[in-house]
């Protein structure tokens, strides 16, 4: 059973820019959640989408912003990328319901330079 | 102050040894318990668990949750230097959903 693919692994982008990144979550998972990692704060949650809804969402920023299609894979987006923005973008999938196992995917490298 | 406390280590322990890790927490509504296991420049992956309070046991793994004591435990018994790692604990409550707290992560050292 595949698990959580994450595109692209690594990616460079220039301040001022946007950035998609992109998950396809375990099969039959529908709901997907968002993690930033950064060696100073740590993982902090982002946002979760479940049946193409936000469900929950964290405290980050309006420039992040994300979205879950009808097969359930979801992109997230970084509009206006500041050097901060640099971390390991983790997604997660999980059936949906709540108490269910949480299954992560090996991340996005994200540089801002 | 964090809603979930963990030492940062680095925790150095001799192969074979057995490893103790552990977070404690402010949020008397957690009730979801799971510790996640990340090698360097990988995702975090799913190790144990737990609801509630009480014991775990799967393999090498133990997992302990003591609510009362908002405090909850992770043993590794036979440490291998393959389980050279941070170990990140994580939890969550039915009102946040599948929303995960995490705490900042243990980094482990198990020498041959």
């Known amino acids: 059973k595949a698990g959580v693919t994450q595109t692209p692994r690594y990616l460079i982008k220039t301040r001022g820019q946007q950035v998609t990144l992109s998950c396809s979550p375990i099969?039959?998972?529908?709901?997907v959640s968002w993690y930033q990692q950064t060696p100073g704060q740590g993982l902090q949650f982002l946002f979760e989408?479940?049946?193409?809804?936000?469900?929950n969402k964290g405290n980050f920023p309006g420039r992040f912003s994300g979205r879950q299609f009808s097969n359930s894979r979801s992109e997230m987006n970084v509009s206006t990328l500041e050097l901060g923005d640099s971390a390991l973008y983790l997604c997660?999938?999980?059936?949906?319901?709540?108490?269910?196992?949480?299954?992560f995917g090996e991340g996005s490298w994200l540089t801002v330079v | 102050q964090k809603e979930v406390e963990q030492d940062p280590g680095p925790l150095s322990v001799p192969e074979g040894a057995i490893v103790s890790l552990n977070c404690t927490y402010s949020?008397?509504?957690?009730?979801?318990f799971m510790w996640y296991r990340q090698y360097s420049r990988k995702g975090p992956e799913l190790l144990m668990y737990?609801?509630?309070?009480g014991n775990k046991e799967d393999g090498r793994f133990t997992a302990q949750v003591d609510k009362s004591s908002k405090y909850i435990s992770l043993f590794i018994r036979d440490s291998q230097p393959s389980d050279s790692a941070t170990y990140l604990c994580?939890?969550?409550?039915?009102?946040?959903?599948?929303?995960?707290?995490f705490g900042g992560g243990t980094r482990v050292l198990v020498k041959p």
């Open positions: 989408y479940f049946s193409e809804t936000q469900r």
């Open positions: 994580a939890m969550s409550d039915q009102a946040a959903g599948n929303k995960l707290t």
């Open positions: 099969s039959g998972h529908r709901s």
């Open positions: 997660a999938s999980s059936l949906g319901g709540y108490g269910n196992t949480i299954y």
């Open positions: 737990t609801y509630s309070s």
């Open positions: 949020n008397s509504a957690f009730q979801y």
